[in-house]
């Protein structure tokens, strides 16, 4: 069936609650962090069953919806907002990875001396410069971010493309006017809540954790009025998809990096 005559999916806004967002400390922490004024985190219902094969055109209409684009606000500076560009004409996207459950994950971390066990604290390095203007002034956000670094071996490529990978990552970037942590737990924490805010876990017939939700990296929208989900161009722009196709849920995870 083409595009032209095919159903399209209808979505609804949800007032979900989100655990990294809690008020107190968890609210606190995101304000530090400068993550208030340009992240998005808004979960959508839709109306039929979904297949992964119709997943494009699923996200394609998701964008184009009318309930979709009046609820899901749109970067355009900090503290400012707009709209989803429209039509939006097809999505760039990729399927990342939801096979890492568990916070041992991140042991590593401390066996390698980047953050103690006792306390948290992260080890200090020189300041240095990273793209888009981030300084990393701790070995944590070298093995995050710097690839030149010998803390960055400490994840493969497959790691990092893990949803639990990511969630830390950008949560220790932060914004542009992030004030960092000394310590890890805070991040670690976070990164934990938010993860169980974007993917439904449950336990498979032999009793082991697994992800029941379908996620993705949506990279870019093409529209031929222009436009897109961030007021600038930066390596540290994200946005995901959870899509979760037994609730029927879809979960959208987006921030603009903007330096101060």
């Known amino acids: 069936m083409s595009d032209a005559h095919r159903e399209r ?17 968890r609210a606190d922490r995101l304000r530090k962090w400068d993550c208030t004024d340009s992240m998005v985190l808004c979960t959508f219902c839709y109306d039929k069953p ?5 997943v494009e055109c699923f996200t394609t209409d998701l964008f184009n919806d009318p309930h979709v684009r009046e ?36 042991d590593r971390i401390f066996d390698a001396g980047i953050a103690r066990r006792e306390g948290g604290y992260l ?21 995050l971010l710097d690839d030149e670094s010998d803390e960055y071996a400490l994840y493969s490529a497959a790691e990092r493309d893990e949803l ?9 970037v932060g914004g542009g006017i992030c004030q960092y942590e000394d310590g ?32 993705y990296r949506i990279d870019a929208l093409e529209s031929p009025k222009g436009g897109g989900l961030w007021p600038r161009e930066s390596p540290h722009n994200f946005c995901y998809l959870a899509i979760d196709p ?7 995870w987006s921030n603009a990096y903007l330096p101060l």
């Not at 390095?125 to 070995?139: K, N, Q, V």
């Not at 639990?164 to 220790?172: I, P, T």
Request: contains cysteine; glycine residues 4%.
């Open 9 to 25: 999916f209808v979505f609804h806004p949800v007032d979900a609650e989100f655990a990294v967002r809690t008020p107190g400390e």
């Open 50 to 54: 979904l297949n992964r094969a119709e």
């Open 71 to 106: 609820a899901l606000p749109v970067c355009a500076g900090r503290a400012r907002w707009t709209q989803l560009p429209a039509p939006v004409a097809a999505v760039r996207m990729a399927e990342i990875s939801v096979t890492r459950v568990r916070m041992d994950l991140f």
């Open 123 to 143: 080890a200090k390095c020189l300041d240095t410069p990273l793209a888009d203007g981030l300084i990393a002034s701790d070995r944590l956000r070298l093995m």
């Open 164 to 172: 639990l990978f990511r969630a830390l990552l950008h949560l220790a």
């Open 184 to 215: 890890i737990d805070a991040l670690l924490d976070s990164a934990k809540a938010l993860y169980r805010d974007l993917v439904r876990v449950h336990k498979n017939g032999a009793g082991q954790l697994e992800v029941g939700s379908w996620t």
């Open 246 to 252: 037994v609730r029927r849920h879809a979960v959208l």
